[in-house]
C-alpha cells in the first residue's frame, strides 16, 4: 500500500503542472529546447547589430518558416 500512497502524493505535489499541460499541450521540455534553438543563434551569429536582426533570426529558425517556393 506504500507505493500507492507514495505515488498518490506525487500526483498531488505535480498536480498543477500536469494540469496546465493538458490546458496548454506545452511542456516545459519544449520550452528548453526552443531556448536551446535561440542560445545556438546567437552564439553562431557572434552577436547582431541589433535586436530587430535577432528578433528576425530567431523567427526564421523557429518558426517553421517554409523557404521553397509554393
Do not use: D
Not at 498536480?15 to 516545459?28: N, V
Not at 534553438?37 to 547589430?49: E, H, L
Request: aromatic share 10%; proline share 4%.
Amino acid at each position: 500500500m506504500k507505493p500507492i500512497i507514495k505515488v498518490a502524493r506525487m500526483f498531488k505535489k505535480h498536480l498543477p503542472g500536469i494540469m496546465t499541460y493538458f490546458e496548454h499541450g506545452i511542456t516545459k521540455a519544449f520550452a528548453e529546447g526552443t531556448n536551446s534553438t535561440i542560445q545556438t543563434i546567437k552564439a553562431g551569429a557572434r552577436g547582431f547589430r541589433n535586436f530587430e536582426n535577432y528578433r528576425v533570426a530567431i523567427l526564421l529558425h523557429c518558426g517553421k518558416l517554409v523557404m521553397k517556393p509554393a
